[in-house]
């Protein structure tokens, strides 16, 4: 018995030294229940590597998502895939698997506030991240800051090395942005750089023809998009109805809760008007997948639909 007992401290300790943390917490239970139901040697040891490979992956799912910066809980559970177009949705499903990654293909997301770009495009990040890809969510301002101050340390090249260990990088707002001439360079340096090597998602409030209030010279612009363009799937979601606001509208005609009677008569001036109808209808669907994303880049460009 005490051999026994000592064989199993020093396979704890001999496991635990060899990283196979799990193999050490769970092969004395795992042994016990193998020789309960009879299982071979190869199917205890089987049980034993899968507890393992499914508890590292979990630890490397946790890790990329507290690295990633991705906003809490904005996943496809919670997004309403229902709201937008069939053409939208299979655009989305296709992104779910990754394999745009492979090919360093980009993603913009283009639409009016409220329509659920940042929310979809932080959706396929948790995917990308369950897939084993790191990815970083960040403001495009906030990218923007960090490569200024990397740029005036004379560090940019070290800190674009480290963008480059993403697999995606998500670049929320990019509209919004007003860029000076320092800030327009670094940012269009960083898109230049991951051009045909690693994948940028994009969301945005600007169509392209718009893109010159980002990076104000015609020429920068120009080539921004191309590289943007080049390979990249483009999410039109300007037909798409604002959640926000159908949401506000939502609540605004819902009954609210009975008061108790009151034995005053209303007054003309105390009627309570009808709310105004609100047309929340989904936009109707494309006939051709790439017609309406094509719409959105300028002539020189051509858009792909992968």
Not at 201 to 212: C, K, R, Y
Request: aromatic share 6%; with cysteine; hydrophobic share 40%.
């Amino acid at each position: 018995m005490l051999n026994t007992h000592n064989r199993q401290t020093e396979l704890h300790a001999l496991l635990t030294e060899l990283n196979l943390g799990a193999m050490a917490d769970t092969f004395g239970d795992v042994a016990l229940r193998a020789a309960k139901e009879g299982l071979s040697h190869e199917a205890y040891l089987y049980e034993l590597a899968r507890l393992e490979l499914e508890q590292r992956t979990q630890r490397r799912t946790a890790r990329l998502i507290r690295a990633s910066g991705l906003p809490v809980e904005k996943t496809f559970r919670t997004f309403s895939l229902s709201r937008l177009t069939p053409t939208l949705q299979l655009q989305v499903e296709r992104l779910k698997s990754a394999s745009f990654l492979e090919t360093a293909t980009n993603v913009i997301a283009i639409g009016k506030p409220g329509v659920g770009k940042s929310h979809c495009l932080a959706a396929v990040g948790y995917e990308l991240i369950y897939s084993g890809h790191p990815v970083l969510w960040t403001p495009t301002s906030a990218l923007v800051q960090r490569l200024l101050a990397a740029k005036r340390d004379l560090r940019l090249p070290q800190e674009l090395a480290k963008l480059d260990k993403f697999s995606c990088v998500i670049l929320d707002d990019i509209g919004y942005v007003q860029h000076d001439r320092d800030e327009m360079e670094v940012l269009f340096t960083f898109l230049a750089d991951r051009y045909e090597r690693k994948s940028v998602m994009i969301t945005t409030n600007l169509v392209f023809s718009e893109w010159e209030r980002i990076f104000k010279d015609p020429m920068t612009t120009m080539a921004a998009i191309d590289r943007l363009v080049h390979h990249s799937v483009i999410l039109d979601m300007m037909s798409v109805d604002s959640y926000r606001a159908e949401a506000a509208s939502q609540q605004h005609l819902s009954p609210r809760s009975p008061k108790k009677a009151s034995s005053k008569r209303a007054t003309p001036h105390e009627a309570v008007p009808s709310p105004q109808n609100v047309d929340a209808s989904s936009a109707s669907p494309q006939d051709d997948p790439g017609t309406s994303a094509n719409e959105l880049v300028p002539a020189t460009f051509g858009a792909s639909g992968s």
